[in-house]
């Protein structure tokens, strides 16, 4: 807020701030906070992404173990087994 108004009063004494800083249009947007993507940002977001598809999948197996959709069943068996794995190997 004080950058702001610096550059209000710069560009009112110069006018020659741009429209940006005479204005104080604030760019909200994902590319302006994040410049530049980092591996441990895409991990968290990977593992992020993950852990959720694997709860709806649990919550999906909790009320129908199958589905007529073939990819969706595919998808609920794979689940299934890898968790009735994991339960065997403890």
């Not at 940006?20 to 441990?40: E, F, L, M, N, Q």
């Not at 069943?73 to 065997?88: I, M, N, P």
């Amino acid at each position: 807020m004080i950058e702001c108004l610096e550059n209000r009063a710069s560009s009112a004494r110069s006018r020659n701030g741009t429209g940006k800083s005479r204005t104080c249009h604030i760019d909200g947007s994902v590319s302006a906070r994040y410049a530049h993507v980092t591996p441990g940002m895409r991990e968290r977001l990977k593992l992020g992404s993950t852990e959720q598809w694997e709860t709806a999948l649990d919550t999906r197996l909790a009320t129908s173990p199958t589905s007529p959709v073939r990819v969706l069943g595919d998808f609920l068996r794979a689940r299934r087994e890898s968790r009735t794995s994991v339960e065997h190997q403890r």
